[in-house]
């Protein structure tokens, strides 16, 4: 598709646009397979509510405010908030994190809003528009997330719309980005570049997007809902720790299927309850992912808890039921037979390259890079967004992939460019080499801009960082990830070192009787994920942040000094 009244910008843009249209074509799920009699939203709340008052319980407050008011319904209170120049107050915080919009008071008195993106992959001309509208209307800067999406910050009241139309005016559509919805869809980062995969998941990640898009009997589920595609590639899609997670893999062609790539189906992951997701023996086409993801979710709408938030994620449904009756409901959704197939009939899954996100590799196209830019603890300026748009634009495909290790790859560079990439993102304030503490860091929010914090992260998280390059040489990669609260945004339970914050009593107070509470953290060993798949211990708790360095270099220290030949942290 061309056409000479758009620049050449435009016109790469619109080529990555159709060329993923046409593959979406062959997804059945986007064209009528699911099942079964379709249902409004409001039939799920009134199944929940008889069914709540028959076990003599009742609905929890955000499922009666999600029944008085349908998030989806809500541009026009959105609109007069606007107008006002107010922020919402009481049930409207929830129901505006459905729009992506999240009030983050007292810790900002300001709007954050969240995007969504499939599989990460922004295109030039959508990235340059997120700064646009981080200048105009937010902080001058966004986030990188752990689930590979950008987010922007200090939003004021009279703005939130501005942002909303802005994203909508790019093609970023974020309906659902918040709140008891799907979130957005993971995906492989280097997903059609990557020597390793088996299977490019960018068009499955879109069909997904798209299909829960359009389909509002998939809004309002019990609680928060996460989908990865993983297509075995280099760097991971963490797959394993969502609700459901597509793992790509292959037959080892002794059995009836034949050797080329399918998905396993996983369920039920949520680290932060200590749970990766299990497989359930499916073995899917990948034409089939969507139907059977649709499949899954009606089933959660109609069986999901919601008269209590702590027991509402798709994992207490599966406690409850079991795998097998679970996958009983399951297929009576769907209209064809869903394959079983051992695991142990299927190639094991080629390892990640735990620091495969940063630094100049091999791409799977003769002569081409990606180059893996390192962001310290996700956070980017506008200028830095131009930078790396115009960088993607001139030298790469027009594409920038964000990471779930909150950073961001450019693809597609030709060797002879390598140089004048690097020197530009350097000339930026920005890296593609980093230490092995830089490069596995990870940090939510926190107290800077959330309100369930009990520490601050990202500065405290920089602090280790620093003070680990100046005292140690750290030999292997090391991931560590910290964060502000229980939620576990920062997925603590799967880092080499997982960090959580807490309240502590200042262990510098002159009386310790009367000492002040203080940021510190709670600190956990030995997590990992795919080949290294592990729920971190924890091993000391209320450390002060303060003190928390020396702690963390001690540990380290002491590990590499006593490891043997060929150990590694996660063992
Ligand atoms: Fe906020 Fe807690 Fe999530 Fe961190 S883990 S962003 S503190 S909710």
Known sequence: ?????????????????????????????????????????????AQARIRAEAAGGELCGQEKAKADLNPNDMWDEMAGLAARGEYPKGDMVFLMKSNGLFYVAPNQDSYMCRLRMPGGIFSAHQFRGVADLAEQFGGGYTHVTTR??????????AHSLDVLMGLQDIGILNRGAGGDNIRNITGSPLAGIDPQELIDVTPYCRA????????????????????????AGRISALE??????????LPKGDGPLPRRPYFRLLLGGITGHQDFARDTGVMLKPEECVAVAHAV??????????TDRDKARLKYVLDRWGFEKFMREVQKQLPFTLRRYPLARCETRAPVEKSG????????????????????????????????????DRYGDARLRTTVWQNLLLGDIAKADVDSVVKAIVGAGLHVEASPARAGMVACTGSFGCKFANAETKGNAMTLVEHLEKTL???????????????????HYIGDIGLLGCKVDDPDAADPEEADQVDGFHVFVGGGYEDEQGIARELAASVAASRLPVYIEQLMGAYMDRRHKGERFVA
Do not use: W
């Open 148 to 157: 590979a999406n950008l987010q922007i910050r200090e939003i004021g009241a």
């Open 297 to 306: 979710l009606r089933v959660f709408l109609s069986s999901g808890d919601r």
């Open 473 to 491: 040489e750290l030999d292997e990669p090391m991931n560590i990830h910290v964060t502000g609260c229980p939620n576990s945004c920062a997925q």
């Open 240 to 249: 394993g720790t969502n609700d459901v997670g597509f793992a790509a893999v």
């Open 208 to 231: 997904m997007h798209h299909h829960i898009l359009n389909h509002r009997e998939l809004n309002g589920l019990p609680r928060k809902f996460n989908i990865a595609f993983d297509g």
């Open 1 to 45: 598709m061309t056409d000479n009244s758009f620049n050449d910008e435009q016109q790469r843009y619109l080529r990555g646009v159709t060329a993923g249209l046409h593959l979406a074509r062959g997804v059945p799920g986007m064209t009528g397979l699911t099942g079964g009699k379709r249902l409004r939203p409001d039939d799920f709340h």
């Open 357 to 392: 996100h940063v630094g100049i590799h091999d791409q799977a196209q003769r002569g081409k890079r990606y180059v893996g830019v390192v962001v310290p603890v996700g956070r980017l300026t506008v200028a830095q967004m131009h930078l790396l748009a115009d960088l993607a």
